[in-house]
T-cell receptor
Framework: DGGITQSPKYLFRKEGQNVTLSCEQN?????MYWYRQDPGQGLRLIYY???????QKGDIAEGYSVSREKKESFPLTVTSAQKNPTAFYLC????????????FGDGTRLSIL | GENVEQHPSTLSVQEGDSAVIKCTYS??????FPWYKQELGKRPQLIID?????GEKKDQRIAVTLNKTAKHFSLHITETQPEDSAVYFC????????FGTGTRLTIIP
């Protein structure tokens, strides 16, 4: 879906460094999500936000932080507390309400230097 | 919380044959079940979904069936083509989506 843009495509983190992954959408969706994808595993929910200035922890929030200051943007910070950050990170958005399909960005692949 | 199991983890079928991927879920309150296709290095794309008040849904060569009593749902792809090769994920929704671990489908020409 061209309406969700993630950047950068590839990111490298040094030990002890925080890094921020960008996610922008122009679909006018209220809800946004961050998932982590590891090889051979499904997508696991890190954080989600149903509305501006509000967000909730998902299943694996430890070592991550988010903000939702604008409807279009939902950046994810991978902090130094996340000891195993190497993964493929996917951002998604949807309309609010039950049973709304989620649409994904192209992802950011994060690796440790 | 919800737990979604997906089988098989890998599946190879001859071009033109059918492929079936099965998922089970644990939370009877889950009420929406999407299927995503992910090609290598690309974003997951929604290919079909079904709501809990429906037993079956078809879209051309793709169909999904849902058995609420048994808490399982399946993806059926008929007349498979090489471009169907990808990883397929099922998911169940109850306040949030919980994904299965994926099935790598390979279509053999």
């Amino acid at each position: 879906d061209g309406g969700i843009t993630q950047s950068p495509k590839y990111l490298f983190r040094k030990e002890g460094q925080n890094v921020t992954l960008s996610c922008e959408q122009n679909l006018n969706h209220d809800a946004m999500y961050w998932y982590r994808q590891d090889p051979g595993q499904g997508l696991r929910l890190i954080y989600y936000s149903q509305i501006v200035n509000d967000f909730q922890k998902g299943d694996i929030a430890e070592g991550y932080s988010v903000s939702r200051e604008k409807k279009e943007s939902f950046p994810l910070t991978v902090t130094s507390a996340q000891k195993n950050p190497t993964a493929f990170y996917l951002c998604a958005s949807s309309l609010t309400g039950e049973r709304q399909p989620q649409h994904f960005g192209d992802g950011t692949r994060l690796s440790i230097l | 919380g919800e737990n979604v199991e997906q089988h098989p983890s890998t599946l190879s079928v001859q071009e033109g044959d059918s492929a079936v991927i099965k998922c089970t879920y644990s939370d009877s309150a889950s009420n929406y079940f999407p299927w995503y296709k992910q090609e290598l290095g690309k974003r997951p794309q929604l290919i079909i979904d079904i709501r809990s008040n429906v037993g079956e849904k078809k879209d051309q060569r793709i169909a999904v069936t849902l058995n609420k009593t048994a808490k399982h749902f399946s993806l059926h792809i008929t007349e498979t083509q090489p471009e169907d090769s990808a990883v397929y994920f099922c998911a169940a929704y109850n306040e949030k989506l919980t994904f299965g671990t994926g099935t790598r489908l390979t279509i053999i020409p």
